[in-house]
């Protein structure tokens, strides 16, 4: 399995929703504008990606819930464009290009991500766009990312990061902010997939590990770059956790413990597997995929 | 019927759900603290109260749809957050209070919005939450709050407003500004009483009719309000509009135009609900009480 045309494709698909669903002409055009130059500034589609195959993993065709899966991006750019803000991390600069609030101004900044996470609950609740989704299994879906994406889960973790900067790092907060902030929604992306497809618990316990540990490694992974990658490479200021202080694991663990966590956690994801065999090797590819990339 | 007490025997309703859902304490705290200080800041409950009504109408009990209708209320306040920051309307004060950001900070009142915005999509996922309503017309529900949330709806009409202050009036652009920033979250207000019920669709026009008339009359008289209404009765700065230029309602037609056109409104929906007989009181005396609210 060639593993970069695998994720290639499946970028593909969503892209193509997107492209197809904002199509038609919306008002005021600054709005659609706003959202789709965030949507659009070169995101790798991780968490759709983990959807798709998780769902091929339990035996559906990914292409029946290619609506559903972007959803996960949706909400993934709206955290994106608020975590950016000057009220937030004030970043001018994101995968490369200018935060959303530096082009389009703080107040369509906040509106454009209040759109994005609105829309991608219409999305979800548009039985119409899957004829192999039932309703119930869809309001499943809805409610799995619902709860990983607010109050439980992601804007918990970035409160915490936030009130975390400056602070002594301690393992139990680092370990609460990074299963919150992207842990939770990652996990979820994986969980969509069985719950979409009516899997039995035996599959969707076996995905959830998997998820949880690549949610995990996934922001170790993001720590490290931060101090390993450099700026071009990786589209965003490198150094600009320490800067501001952020808890981080190579803060808290040193560089060289914190890669031997990424590469024990992806262990654990694979072996989560077990109870799968060829037809979960896309999840196992991404695994290992997600411990070698540079940005 | 005492309009004034089924209207407080309601909002007790919604505010006793409020109370039990957010009682479990999270983690961290300042978040739920700033998601409570808005949400029991004054509001009226307006919203859940039409969606009550209008379950009521179709011949439900509105006991059995509160957790449902009371989300219309935490979207409501996650965009009065949101409107009030810096960036946005810049406001101080809301019903009597200094607002969100003032107390908590931007960065939490931005949070605070975002996860009151997504748990009302984790409560609208939650079938469990009654056992009346039936997943395909909780989905319903749902993708109609979602439309008249987002990029179709209230966000569009708040983008919309900023985008025409300082600017000259005119009928079109008005009209787009309060169908979709109020309008579009009133309408749903009353249509999620028939879908959750899954009325008839003469029901389902005949309140949709009524919730378009409402919507309008509301944000009219609220332009009134804004004029006639002194600061300390309304609780938020009169003639804060006038200061900021936004495009109303008074400015276009004068204020005797205006008185007009909302007492022709409020007969229009009442006018509305000639199909249903005594049932629909309560919407009846809700488009009357509306006209003579003063704040």
Chains 1, 2 share one sequence.
């Not at 101004?105 to 906040?110: F, L, Y």
């Amino acid at each position: 399995m060639d593993i970069k045309s695998y994720l290639k494709d499946k970028q593909g698909l969503v892209d193509a929703f997107f492209k197809t669903y904002f199509s038609r002409q919306q008002h005021p055009p600054v709005l659609q504008e706003a959202m789709l130059y965030s949507l659009f500034a070169g995101g790798k589609r991780i968490r759709p990606i983990l959807a798709l195959a998780a769902y091929e993993t339990c035996g559906g065709n990914p292409r029946d819930i290619v609506p559903y899966a972007s959803t996960l991006e949706l909400i993934h750019t709206y955290s994106l464009i608020h975590d950016d803000l000057p009220a937030m991390d004030n970043d001018d600069l994101r995968r490369g290009k200018p935060t959303n609030h530096k082009i389009y101004g703080e107040a369509i900044a906040i509106l454009a991500g209040d759109a994005l996470l609105t829309e991608a609950f219409s999305i979800l609740s548009d039985a119409t766009l899957s004829s192999k989704v039932s309703v119930a299994h869809l309001m499943g879906a809805l409610r799995e990312i619902a709860l990983a994406s607010g109050l439980d889960g992601m804007v918990a973790g970035q409160v915490q990061d936030m009130l975390s900067e400056n602070r002594e790092p301690d393992g139990e907060t680092l370990q609460f902010i990074h299963s919150h902030k992207t842990g939770a929604l990652l996990r979820a992306s994986v969980r969509i997939g069985p719950i979409l497809y009516g899997s039995s618990q035996t599959s969707l316990d076996a995905l959830t590990a998997y998820g949880d540990n690549i949610g995990l490694a996934f922001q170790v992974i993001d720590d490290i770059l931060d101090i390993e990658g450099d700026t071009e490479e990786m589209g965003k200021t490198a150094g600009s956790d320490e800067k501001i202080n952020k808890m981080t694991y190579p803060r808290l663990y040193g560089l060289k413990r914190s890669k031997e966590i990424a590469r024990n956690l992806v262990a654990d994801a694979k072996a989560a597997l077990s109870v799968f065999s060829s037809e979960a090797d896309s999840l196992r590819e991404i695994a290992d995929y997600l411990l070698t990339r540079r940005n």
